[in-house]
């Protein structure tokens, strides 16, 4: 935990939610050790680096472009690039404290689930923690810095499918399977 106490350089914002909250003792806020925690196959930041992750899964479940109204309004562009990943494959080393939470169903800044979590002072988009698994968006995970690495890390995040591509605002045509909706459950749509 020692990792997380603020610095004189990088003081964390005081969001509204107390050290006591129960979703701070669970994955993927409970900050764990190396040990604890398992070989790191991936890590992450935020922009101003207050916040950070570590990621011990080496593919994530599932990579999706999500074309919904409501992804691309939080995100203010075309689509949410996701990447899943279960919970506990997830730990934050640093600035888990630093966090703010927006349920868009709910619509409140309490910690509630399903939650979307971002940097309280910087406002980079981390994840969107569901039910059951955490959708992290790959462009804050480091890529490395030789083009192998960064060929590992493109073709690790690469897309599945694209979902609620019929509210799409760009076409992409990559050949990748386009959703009306959810994957696996909503008509299949050709690409134009």
């Not at 969001?15 to 890590?43: A, M, N, V």
């Not at 939080?74 to 506990?88: N, V, Y």
């Not at 039910?131 to 490395?144: A, E, I, M, Q, T």
């Not at 050949?175 to 909706?181: I, L, R, Y």
Request: hydrophobic share 30%.
């Amino acid at each position: 935990m020692a990792e997380d106490v603020p610095t004189e350089d990088f003081p964390l914002p005081q969001p509204q939610l107390l050290s006591e909250e129960p979703w701070r003792h669970r994955p993927p806020y409970k900050i764990q050790s190396d040990e604890e925690f398992g070989p790191t196959k991936w890590k992450g930041h935020c922009q101003c680096g207050r916040v950070s992750f570590k990621i011990r899964r080496e593919r994530p479940l599932a990579t999706k472009f999500c074309h919904c109204q409501g992804c691309q309004l939080l995100h203010g562009a075309p689509f949410q690039w996701a990447a899943i990943f279960q919970k506990s494959d997830i730990s934050f080393c640093r600035g888990s404290k630093g966090l703010s939470f927006y349920s868009s169903s709910e619509k409140t800044t309490e910690y509630t689930n399903p939650t979307k979590v971002s940097c309280a002072f910087c406002r980079t988009p981390i994840m969107d923690e569901g039910r059951n698994v955490c959708l992290l968006f790959p462009p804050s995970v480091d890529r490395g810095l030789f083009p192998q690495e960064k060929r590992r890390w493109k073709e690790t995040f690469e897309v599945d499918c694209h979902i609620f591509y019929s509210s799409r605002v760009v076409d992409i045509p990559d050949g990748k399977p386009k959703w009306a909706g959810l994957d696996g459950s909503s008509e299949r749509l050709d690409e134009p």
